[in-house]
């Protein structure tokens, strides 16, 4: 066992609710507080020097100067595994061009597609790792992960085959998801339809003979897949013993209603979510993510994430970070300015981004920093755990620990 600490303060999530609103009231704040941990994860959270005095003989790990400890932070969307830049889209967009225009002059998802196909295996597992690592110096330790720029049976599975391999070399939570259904690829001959049956017959059995994912995604979109073909797709996905995600309401509602109908874990994006779909996400278990950095990406409006907090849903916030839509990548910045435009309280943000994001990932064993929980948790040097976000991001995190030690 081994006693970490004293922190200025100890913010611990413990006892809030998985769903709906928060006050900062139902915060719990400890304090010169402590977390003793030992192999099975956190034992005991509370007052530094009692929990000395209790545990006389137990190995300390001292905190020096003043710093708060969260539980670590779950980004869960990302598509961090992709070859290329995008920059130019960004570009143009800011000129004015369509997405139609952009993608006529060879940008767009398919840029990233053909950018990943030809990427050596050797340089999509060295930017993964970067881009691990860079999140991991954030704080966050638990991390979803997207296929979705390979589109054929081959590169699908280079793509899985290479966030599986990076699990040995990161201590941080990997947590593969399988978007072959991101968009149909230009070189395929057939209908949207024929290519989801593709998918199901040809991607998804060869995914789960090698234990590279059991997640499964589609983007439900005018430009990608539609409803109809969207939602059998789901439920045969479904039927192979994948669990369920969605790219959902970004441009046009009704998807997320196809993501509440099928079970799915959680339905992303939502901008576009209209407000008898928010009431109908409010009375299911599927979570609703929101993802600002797509917003800020693209100058498109927020997710309401208030409307649906306040209906009583499960909102986590993700980064989405891709090379078109959202490159920034900073989980905390994003969250932070989402605050500000939706009037978000600090223990919704905070929720949103620790165990509301693992549960959207079907782990409940973090999130929390409470007795039986994986001792991952971040510090900041500050005294007060509020400038966290209300620096949006320029407080960088001082250590990451994953189960119980240091990573950086």
């Not at 539980?71 to 992709?82: A, N």
């Not at 991101?182 to 339809?193: A, I, Q, T």
């Not at 649906?308 to 839509?325: F, H, K, R, T, Y």
């Amino acid at each position: 066992m081994k006693l970490i600490g004293p922190f200025k303060q100890v913010v611990t999530l413990a006892n809030l609710p998985l769903r709906g609103k928060l006050t900062d009231e139902q915060l719990e704040v400890i304090t010169d507080g402590g977390i003793i941990t030992d192999h099975n994860g956190i034992r005991k959270v509370g007052d530094f020097l009692t929990l000395k005095a209790e545990n006389p003989d137990i190995e300390i790990e001292e905190i020096e100067g003043e710093q708060v400890v969260l539980p670590s932070f779950v980004d869960s969307h990302t598509h961090i595994c992709f070859g290329g830049n995008r920059a130019n889209d960004f570009a143009m967009r800011n000129a004015g061009k369509t997405y139609l225009e952009i993608a006529e002059s060879g940008g767009g998802i398919w840029s990233s597609v053909q950018h990943t196909r030809n990427a050596p295996e050797k340089e999509l597992l060295a930017t993964l790792l970067e881009r691990i690592k860079f999140l991991v110096g954030l704080g966050i330790t638990t991390i979803e992960v997207k296929s979705g720029y390979g589109l054929d049976v081959e590169n699908e599975l280079k793509m899985l085959r290479i966030i599986k391999q990076a699990r040995q070399f990161t201590k941080a939570s990997l947590i593969p998801t399988c978007l072959s259904a991101h968009l149909k690829p230009k070189d395929f001959e057939g209908s949207n339809p024929e290519y989801l049956e593709y998918i199901i017959t040809e991607i998804l059995p060869k995914v789960k003979e090698e234990n590279l994912s059991e997640r499964v995604d589609i983007f439900i979109e005018k430009s990608a897949f539609q409803p109809d073909e969207s939602k059998d797709f789901l439920l045969k996905a479904k039927a192979l013993g994948f669990e369920i995600t969605v790219h959902a309401d970004q441009f046009t509602p009704g998807s997320s209603r196809i993501a509440v109908e099928v079970g799915a874990k959680s339905a992303d994006h939502l901008e576009a979510t209209i407000d008898e779909d928010i009431a109908f996400l409010a009375q299911s278990d599927t979570v609703a993510t929101a993802l600002p950095g797509a917003s800020l990406g693209l100058g498109e409006k927020f997710t309401p994430v208030r409307k649906l907090l306040d209906s009583g849903a499960i909102v986590a916030i993700a980064s989405d970070w891709n090379p078109g839509s959202a490159p920034m990548g900073n989980l905390i910045t994003q969250a932070s300015i989402l605050a500000a435009f939706q009037k978000l309280t600090t223990a919704e943000v905070l929720a949103g981004m620790t165990f509301r994001a693992a549960y959207a990932l079907n782990l409940e064993d973090r999130g929390k920093l409470e007795p039986g929980k994986k001792a991952d948790f971040v510090t900041f040097k500050t005294n007060n755990f509020q400038n966290i976000l209300y620096n949006q991001g320029s407080i960088k995190a001082w250590k990451t620990y994953i189960d119980g030690s240091s990573v950086n």
